[in-house]
C-alpha cells in the first residue's frame, strides 16, 4: 500500500510544501516571498497536489515541521496542518525542525568522522536555535536556544576536528568565523520540506502521531510583544 504524505514547513521565511510517497519525495515548492505563509500556503497545497495529480482524498496523513522557529510561521503551518486532518479524517506528524534540517544536510553532503554538525535557525541578534550531531547521525545535543560569540566552539573543538554550521541562522556568522578554519560555514542552504519525507514516513509505519485538538507547536521560547515607547512631551 501506498502512503502519500502531505508536508508543510513553514518554520522560517520559507514557506515550503512537499508531497512524498513512501518517504520518497515526490514534488516540492518552496517559496521565499514576504506574507507567503498567511497569503499563499493553502495555494501551495493546491498546486503540489495538481503537479502530481493527486487529490485531498489520496492523503494518508499531513506532517508539519513542528518548530523551533518563527513564532507567527509554526501557528500557521500547524493551524492548516491540523485543520486538514481534521477534514479529512487522517493523522498528523509532528518533525522537529532542525532534525530535518540536519538530515537534509546529511543527504546533501554526508557527514565525516570526528566532526559535528549544528543546524541553525535564526533568532535574533546573535542568538540561534540549533542542536548538535555527529558523524553517526546521532544527537550530542538536543535544541536549545543559544547565544553565539567568537569562544562558543572552544568546547565542542575539545572533541571534535571541525563543526560545520549550516540554515538560516548560520549566515549572520559568516563575518565572525570566516578566518577560523575549524567552523565551517554553508551559507544560503535552507529548509524544505522535502526534508521531511523521511522522518515523515518513519513515524507514519510506527503510528507516531500527534492529537489534532490539542498538537501545539514547539516554540521554545515564549512570544514576547513589544511596543515602541512613546515620548512624553512637557506640559
Known sequence: MNNLILQIDTSTTICSVALSENGETL??????????????????????????????????AVAVSMGPGSYTGLRIGVSTAKGLCYALDIPLIAINTLEALFLGYKEQFGLKEQEAYLPMLDARRMEVYTAVYDHNADLVKATSAEIIDVDYFNELLSSYSRVHLFGSGADKFEDLFGATERVHILTGFQDSAAFLSQLAFDKFQKKQFEDVAYFEPFYLKDFVVTTAQKKVGLL
Open 27 to 60: 514534488a516540492v515548492i518552496d517559496l521565499d516571498e514576504p506574507n507567503a505563509h498567511a497569503a499563499k500556503l493553502t495555494i501551495l497545497i493546491a498546486e503540489i497536489l495538481k503537479q502530481t495529480d493527486r487529490t485531498m482524498q489520496d492523503l494518508s
